[in-house]
């Protein structure tokens, strides 16, 4: 966006990738809405461009769908995952008060919603069974919708899909507001934190996180462990684990990047154990480790110390004492992940962090110093 001036962009048709992938309720309420609040300020530059329509591409979780069943039939079914609920949330930030309308794009026969003269939402991608698969029959199809592509998808850049890879063959493409801040801070993680640097990983996503720490072991000076990733590392130490939750297939890595920086790898000295399992990092063992977050210049965290990500919140304490004390740390701060930022967002403690990624396996893809298909071909 940066490269794409506002007087450019007047009467053009613009579209753009978002990923507003986000929690929907039951009764079919927005839950989590801070994905489409990051992408606001590459729509409002949008619209104050006096662009002539704005097109707003996205998915939602994995619908189940047969190829080349007709559209109406596949939105029936997957009635949980329409956009609908997205539509609205976006207007109520955008400030526009009439209620989304439904209505079919006959260009590509695709049903839409249009928020207001010049933009429209289109119902999520992903009920096209060409998405996912990158068809270049899709891509060809969108690229009719507009004159410029603009992806500001970071969290679903790491896959090549029609709507983030190959519409860019057809079209001018540029990236949004949002993957260029992810970009900008990502990248200080990987070239110059500011030190000591401090990683704290957690959860699961056990293999991913193992890539990151062997990318970025050398920049970074401490790294505590909670969670599978804790219960794998300590288990190729010796520790009787019992019945935890380990990557077994991952233990030979595990002692690979131990054995390089066996001083680097913080453990928690207390756990929380449930009928044979370590279910949570004993808030006490968090507090011994106040010394890393008071003496650490930079703070990355991604995953949490309990069962969280199950919906078991009476094992969320360790995970709270670790975002208390990086809350009251003076680093710079940064946080990445589903679940941990989902905690966070419990505790409101989401704007007492430097920068929120909205990736998830796309930041750790990134910081693992792999290349994300729907950025590489922005180059």
């Known amino acids: 966006m940066k490269d794409l001036p506002i007087n450019d962009l007047k009467n053009k048709k613009v579209i753009i990738r978002v990923d507003f992938n986000v929690p929907i309720s039951q009764n079919g309420q927005v839950e989590d809405d801070s994905r489409i609040k990051a992408s606001l300020k590459t729509i ?76 429209i939402m289109l119902e999520n991608i992903r009920f096209d069974w060409r998405e996912e ?44 507001f949002l ?41 970074v000076d401490f790294i505590l462990l909670g969670g599978v990733m804790a219960n794998t590392f300590m288990a190729v130490r010796g520790i009787d684990v019992k019945r935890s939750i380990v990557e077994r297939e991952r233990l030979e890595l595990a002692d690979k990047l131990f054995r390089k920086s066996p001083k680097k790898f913080i453990f928690p000295t ?24 008071d003496k650490a210049e930079t703070i990355f965290w991604n995953g949490t ?33 589903g679940d941990t930022i989902a905690e966070i967002a419990k505790m409101h403690l989401e704007n007492k962090f430097d920068f929120v990624s909205t990736g998830g396996g796309a930041t750790l893809e990134y910081l693992a110093g792999n290349k994300l298909p729907g950025l590489e071909v922005l180059k």
Not at 195 to 201: A, E, Q, S
Not at 279 to 289: E, G, H, I, L
Not at 316 to 322: D, I, M, N, Q, R
């Open 44 to 119: 409002k530059y949008l619209m104050q461009s006096n662009a002539k329509e704005i097109i707003l591409i996205s998915h939602l979780g994995r619908p189940v769908i047969r190829q080349k069943e007709k559209i109406e039939k596949i939105v029936s079914g997957n009635a949980n995952l329409t956009l609908l609920p997205i539509a609205k949330k976006l207007s109520e930030w955008l400030k526009i008060t009439s209620e989304p309308k439904k209505y079919t794009i006959k260009k590509i026969n695709f049903p839409a919603y249009k928020l207001s003269d010049n933009l």
């Open 305 to 337: 110390m309990g069962l969280t990500s199950l919906g078991i919140n009476k094992y969320s304490f360790g995970t709270k004492e670790v975002a208390k004390l990086i809350v009251e740390s003076k680093a710079k701060k940064i946080v990445a992940g």
């Open 133 to 176: 698969k990158n068809e270049e029959s899709l891509s060809k199809d969108l690229a009719l919708l507009g004159n410029i592509f603009v992806n500001d998808a970071f969290a679903v850049s790491h896959r090549a899909h029609s709507s983030v890879a190959g519409i860019t063959k057809f079209l001018p493409s540029c990236a949004g």
């Open 179 to 219: 993957i260029q801040n992810e970009i900008e801070h990502l990248d200080k993680l990987l070239t110059e934190p500011q030190k000591p640097f401090l990683m704290i990983l957690g959860g699961a996503k056990v293999y991913d996180k193992m890539m990151v720490v062997k990318n970025i072991l050398k920049k």
């Open 270 to 293: 207390t756990l929380v154990w449930d009928k044979g399992k370590i279910v949570d990092v004993d808030p006490a063992a968090v507090r011994a480790w106040k010394r890393y977050f």
